[in-house]
């Protein structure tokens, strides 16, 4: 069984979600993170995405930063968690043209 550090998934997650916020892959992942994390954080997917839409791109890296330690709240508060988070990683990541 392979060790999954919550550190990493958070990282990942941040980078993957922030692609997606300003991309195609929004539409799915703001329904789908609603659905699997809760309302809290497609408000968070919609602030970035706004954000990343008015602004230059050190945004991007600021909203990365932000949505790393977001998810490493949750996963550090909900451990239970982190196997959706790594699967809305993975499948995110697919919809972007990422592997």
Do not use: K
Not at 4 to 31: C, K, N, P, T
Not at 53 to 78: C, K, M, P, S, Y
């Amino acid at each position: 069984m392979a060790v999954i550090h919550q550190e990493r998934v958070a990282w990942e997650g941040a980078r993957v979600f922030v692609s997606a916020a300003d991309a195609d892959a929004y539409w799915w992942l703001s329904e789908t993170i609603e659905q699997r994390l809760g309302a809290a954080y497609r408000a968070r997917l919609t602030a970035t995405r706004t954000q990343l839409q008015q602004q230059d791109q050190a945004r991007n890296l600021a909203e990365i930063g932000a949505w790393r330690v977001f998810l490493e709240d949750l996963l550090h508060t909900r451990p239970d968690i982190q196997p959706v988070v790594v699967e809305l990683i993975a499948e995110t990541s697919g919809r972007l043209g990422r592997r």
